[in-house]
Nanobody, 121 residues
Framework: QVQLVESGGGLVQPGGALRLSCAAS????????MGWYRQAPGKERELVAT???????NYADSVKGRFTISRDNAKNTGYLQMNSLKPEDTAVYYC???????????????WGQGTQVTVSS
């Protein structure tokens, strides 16, 4: 089995910064892609950013220039540095990983439990 554990959420004032972490553990051979998604109240879950094992990065237009995604392959950990936060960034942020597991063919999609980010004065 594979587990994703997020940390780093909280309450921050507009213009502030937070750094989210996502630690993956379990029967992991490799992680093809790590990503962050978010879901605000009454809205659908949306993509924030993804990073592939080869370093290809994709951002939602709404966070470009403010958020930075990165990963430490040796630690199976992903990060999301969020700067210049806005009230509209308030949401539950979910970590996602596409994992190749040991002893099982194929790649599997996993989600973390979510961490709340609230941007408010």
């Amino acid at each position: 089995q594979v587990q994703l554990v997020e940390s780093g959420g909280g309450l921050v004032q507009p213009g502030g910064a937070l750094r989210l972490s996502c630690a993956a553990s379990g029967s992991i051979l490799s992680i093809r892609q790590m990503g962050w998604y978010r879901q605000a109240p009454g809205k659908e879950r949306e993509l924030v950013a993804t990073v592939s094992s080869g370093g290809l990065i994709n951002y939602a237009d709404s966070v470009k220039g403010r958020f930075t995604i990165s990963r430490d392959n040796a630690k199976n950990t992903g990060y999301l540095q969020m700067n210049s936060l806005k009230p509209e960034d308030t949401a539950v942020y979910y970590c996602n990983a596409v994992v190749v597991r040991t002893s099982f063919p194929g790649a599997y999609n996993y989600w973390g439990q979510g961490t709340q980010v609230t941007v408010s004065s």
